[in-house]
């Protein structure tokens, strides 16, 4: 607010005070004016027969009344101010965080109130925050209940089913693979959950290097050349430098780029290919990964990035991952001080990926 002395409390106790010696005098004044024509038509007595002392006393006693009660007049907005504000005080104690003073003025008391306001919505906002942290820690728990006990669930059955029942060996090499690939999932899961958690709390902090991205991205897409050929995939990197150097994680972005590569892979198996192309700019190098899957709803596409969150059709054996893998890559990306983005419709899904960086460009 405004420090405007004209404004203050102080400077309205210094004006409402000479307005009311004024008042006061001014009243006296007319109130000896209307004793004195009263006395000279009456033709009583004069005033000078009065004795100048009760004259006086009477005078300044008058005057003292009169002062107090226009200085309590004029300040009477005072005091309904301070109630409204210890009302607001009130009810805030009794938990009605909702409710706010209001502020008609640009004095002390103003001031006060507004204080008062932004510590009721700053106690507000730091319970909701615990709600959302409360509600946060119940989903995660929920949410990691269910997708380690689907997998642990298929390992202990088929396990049960090789040590207990008779069993041809093709069907137990069977039975074996499919608990083996269960513990996979499991594995990667914890690992997931671990990784989210580090990213969560702090705990990872990136080592900064001189990173080619173009290099990056091709030694990925050679480590995914197995799951191009399972999905019967082919892939596209195109991009308008040959090298693109950054200060940057080449794990941490590696990571974050695996788990994009895989989301495509895994959702976008139906349109046969993945596009991968990168542009260098001035002062930045953006990433953009599309694939032709199954288009995803615009009401999914907001929360995509959240935290076990996964498309409700997606989820199956076959293509329901840790609900992780996006979340973290989110996390790397903004570490790096970088932006992620996510749009689906009928020309693709795409993920586009901006480093903001110092970039080397050499065509």
Avoid: W
């Amino acid at each position: 607010m405004n420090n405007n002395i004209f404004k203050s409390f102080r400077f309205e106790i210094v004006l409402y005070s000479l307005l009311s010696l004024l008042y006061t005098l001014l009243s006296i004044g007319t109130i000896h004016i209307g004793i004195y024509i009263f006395f000279f038509r009456k033709e009583a007595r004069s005033l000078s027969e009065i004795p100048t002392i009760i004259i006086t006393v009477l005078s300044i006693t008058l005057g003292v009344i009169l002062f107090i009660t226009f200085f309590l007049l004029l300040t009477k907005k005072f005091i309904i101010y301070i109630k409204e504000i210890a009302e607001g005080i009130n009810e805030i104690s009794k938990g009605n965080l909702g409710n706010r003073i209001v502020i008609n003025n640009e004095d002390e008391f103003a001031l006060i109130a507004d204080k008062l306001n932004e510590m009721a919505e700053s106690i507000h906002e730091i319970m909701e925050n615990e709600r959302r942290s409360e509600y946060a820690k119940n989903e995660l728990i929920t949410s990691v209940a269910h997708d380690l006990r689907t997998p642990l669930t298929s390992i202990i059955g088929y396990l049960d089913l090789v040590s207990t029942k008779e069993l041809s060996p093709e069907t137990q090499r069977k039975y074996i693979e499919i608990a083996y690939n269960k513990s996979l999932r499991l594995e990667n899961l914890i690992e997931d959950l671990f990784t989210y958690t580090k990213f969560n709390f702090g705990e990872v902090k990136p080592v900064l290097a001189e990173v080619d991205m173009v290099k990056l991205i091709n030694q990925l897409l050679d480590e995914f050349y197995p799951s191009f050929e399972e999905y019967h995939l082919e892939y596209s990197f195109t991009r308008n430098c040959s090298t693109a150097i950054i200060k940057a994680d080449g794990d941490l972005l590696a990571r974050a780029f695996a788990n994009l590569i895989s989301n495509a892979t895994k959702y976008g198996k139906t349109g046969k290919i993945i596009l991968i192309d990168l542009k260098c700019r001035k002062d930045s190098v953006i990433i953009s990964i599309t694939n032709y899957g199954e288009i995803i709803p615009e009401k999914d596409l907001k929360k995509i990035f959240q935290r076990f969150y996964r498309v409700e059709s997606s989820r199956s054996c076959e293509t329901g991952g840790s609900g992780l893998g996006l979340a973290i890559a989110h996390s790397i990306i903004e570490m790096h001080g970088g932006i992620i983005q996510a749009k689906s419709d009928r020309t693709g899904t795409l993920f586009t990926v901006e480093l903001k960086n110092d970039i080397e460009k050499a065509n």
